[in-house]
T-cell receptor, first 108, second 114 residues
Framework: QQPVQSPQAVILREGEDAVINCSSS?????VHWYRQKHGEAPVFLMI?????EQKGHEKISASFNEKKQQSSLYLTASQLSYSGTYFC?????????FGQGTELSVKP | DTGVSQDPRHKITKRGQNVTFRCDPI?????LYWYRQTLGQGPEFLTY????????KSRLLSDRFSAERPKGSFSTLEIQRTEQGDSAMYLC????????????FGSGTQLSVL
């Protein structure tokens, strides 16, 4: 039931782009994205509630494809502050089930 | 809005002891969630409340774990007869109360069972 994220880890240079994918074997009604820095709590980035909907948060955007049961997070012109672990979460019966995470490291 | 607070931040205990953690959600948030997170993994759902009612408890959770939310305000998570496998970060989160709303996480309680 846990959504599957890919890749597990990615290393970028400042200014490069990255895509993180989240897929589910079950129907998706909404997808949440969170970022967690080392030693800190997960912080909300965005929710996608409709199929095909794209939302943005500064230079971070996401898409949601209901038919393919997947969501993708796009990080454009990455900054050092983007480093952290990104989690997608899918709603199941009122609670969020999180993926295993994608660790993103942005180097100068 | 002071955010979600958890106490204690760190807890070291010996195997077999009981431990209790507290979570104070954002005021007027109706939903409160408990998650467990181990190194390199995503938060794993444990249980959640709508006001004072416990709506679901993970099937993966043994009977040694119990949670309460009296009066629909703060919540406590108790682990009885702790085992080394219980060592993890225990995260609490709250939300206003309907599905499709973002979760606000506390900083967590790091439990180490020796």
């Amino acid at each position: 039931q846990q959504p599957v994220q890919s890749p597990q880890a990615v290393i970028l240079r400042e200014g490069e782009d990255a895509v993180i994918n989240c897929s589910s074997s079950k129907a998706l009604y909404s997808v949440h994205w969170y970022r967690q820095k080392h030693g800190e709590a997960p912080v909300f980035l965005m929710i996608l509630l409709k199929g095909g909907e794209q939302k943005g948060h500064e230079k971070i955007s996401a898409s949601f494809n209901e038919k393919k049961q997947q969501s993708s997070l796009y990080l454009t012109a990455s900054q050092l502050s983007y480093s952290g672990t990104y989690f997608c979460g899918t709603e199941r019966g009122g609670k969020l089930i999180f993926g295993q995470g994608t660790e993103l490291s942005v180097k100068p | 809005d002071t955010g979600v607070s958890q106490d204690p931040r760190h807890k070291i205990t010996k195997r077999g002891q009981n431990v209790t953690f507290r979570c104070d959600p954002i005021s007027e948030h109706n939903r409160l969630y408990w998650y467990r997170q181990t190194l390199g993994q995503g938060p794993e759902f444990l249980t959640y409340f709508q006001n004072e009612a416990q709506l679901e408890k993970s099937r993966l959770l043994s009977d040694r774990f119990s949670a309460e939310r009296p009066k629909g305000s703060f919540s406590t998570l108790e682990i009885q007869r702790t085992e080394q496998g219980d060592s993890a970060m225990y995260l609490c989160a709250s939300s206003p109360g309907t599905e499709g709303e973002k979760l606000f996480f506390g900083s967590g309680t790091q439990l180490s069972v020796l």
